[in-house]
């Protein structure tokens, strides 16, 4: 089955070139199926590259995704046209009535603020909350998976002497986990913070699981069955080329940057990054959208009861 998107939107025609399945909203509308309806809170600057990266990745499972785009309400992107926020997001007061199978909140690159110090933390509080009520599975990623467990549990984020960057190994420490179903015993994962979350902060709080950490840059993928939540703090999305772009975007500015680790080969930079993380990250998401679909509610009224 296909993502539902609008055919405007640029993940489309990315995603179709890829060989992704995808399907305009009135095609989709013909097909006697509910589709399962997943939030993207998009947190990012860089909203389209953001929206292919998740987009693919929920849009390879053999289910019907109809993906909606969201934003914080008052925050004012400066990276992305405002014709595209306005055509293809809604902010958030305007969707908060409506129930989600799953939803996605993205990273920021504000790990340096204060959770209570960014300009849109009220209403992400509120975001954080209403996931209670009305969305079945929720998954935040990087800062908003910090963020999230930061709310829920009061674990706080602490600040590296240096950036953690690069691919780095992770070890499967939950194999019988239906959200690893398929995966190794360990795998690369792209990593790209200036904060970690520490394991025995993690493992103080009851019924908090770790799925997934390394023994370089520390726990990475934590499950929280009482919020019916995922937090990952590293980056499966990733395209091949985003830790390269990062890299070449501090190195034109003249910020101090290590070559990304186990990225290039040989740590060349003047060689092509290999990409060892992507069957990994189809995994991991298309895991997490079948329990979703396994678990889900069919009547949208009861997601949250």
Partial sequence: MPIKIPASLPAHDVLLSEGVMVVDPASADRQDIRPLKIGLLNLMPKKIQTENQFARLIGATPLQIELSLIRMSEHKTKNTAAEHMKEFYRPFQSVKEEKFDGLIITGAPIEHLAFEDVTYWEELTEVMNWTQTNVHS????CWGGMAMIN??????????????????????????????RGFSDDCVIPVSRWT??????????????????????????????????????????????????????????????????????????????????????????????????????????????
């Fill in 138 to 141: 929720t998954f935040g990623v």
């Fill in 151 to 180: 709310h829920f549990h009061g674990i706080q984020k602490h600040i590296l002497p240096a950036k953690a960057f690069g691919c780095f190994r992770h070890k499967n420490l939950a194999p019988t986990s239906p959200f690893l």
């Fill in 196 to 305: 970690e979350m520490r394991q025995p902060e993690i493992d103080a709080v009851s019924n908090l699981k770790t799925l997934l950490g390394s023994d370089e840059t520390g726990p990475c993928l934590i499950e929280d069955p009482d919020h019916r939540a995922l937090y990952i703090f590293n980056h499966f999305e990733y395209d091949s080329d985003t830790l390269k772009g990062e890299y070449d975007r501090d190195v034109a500015k003249g910020v101090p940057i290590n070559v990304p680790c186990n990225y290039y080969p040989n740590d060349d930079p003047k060689q092509e990054p290999q990409n060892r993380w992507r069957s990994h990250a189809h995994l991991l998401y298309g895991n997490w959208i079948n329990q979703i679909y396994q678990s889900t509610p069919f009547d949208t009224r009861l997601i949250g009861a």
